[in-house]
């Protein structure tokens, strides 16, 4: 964030992506920071961000996570990337293991594992 300023960083990405949920905006700035453009890469609707797999965790971050962050696991992804899991109920861990399962990673993600 040029300058440090991270009430001004959140206003250029509200700006930017108008269309982005305010709740997630705000977990994504302070999860992501400048890294919130590669997650949101061309994405221009809630749409493109794929479906909500769990409450507040869309297919985008999902994969975001696996290419950029290795996440291979529920565990990963909900409790030492997102922090949803500290959020969410148990069974989540659970119910995203069954959407992994169904979603293979890429090749390219699956090799860094």
Known sequence: ????????FRAELARRRPWLDSGLMRRYS???GTRVERLLGTADSM???????????HVRE???LRREEWAVTPEDILFR???LGLHLPVEATD???????????????????
């Open 95 to 113: 119910q995203l293991a069954g959407w992994l399962a169904g979603h293979p990673a890429d090749a390219a993600a699956a090799a860094r594992a």
């Open 62 to 64: 999902i994969e975001y």
């Open 81 to 83: 990337r997102s922090k």
């Open 30 to 32: 302070r999860a992501y």
């Open 1 to 8: 964030m040029p300058g440090g300023d991270f009430a001004a």
């Open 47 to 57: 749409c493109d961000l794929g479906a909500e797999v769990l409450p507040g965790l």
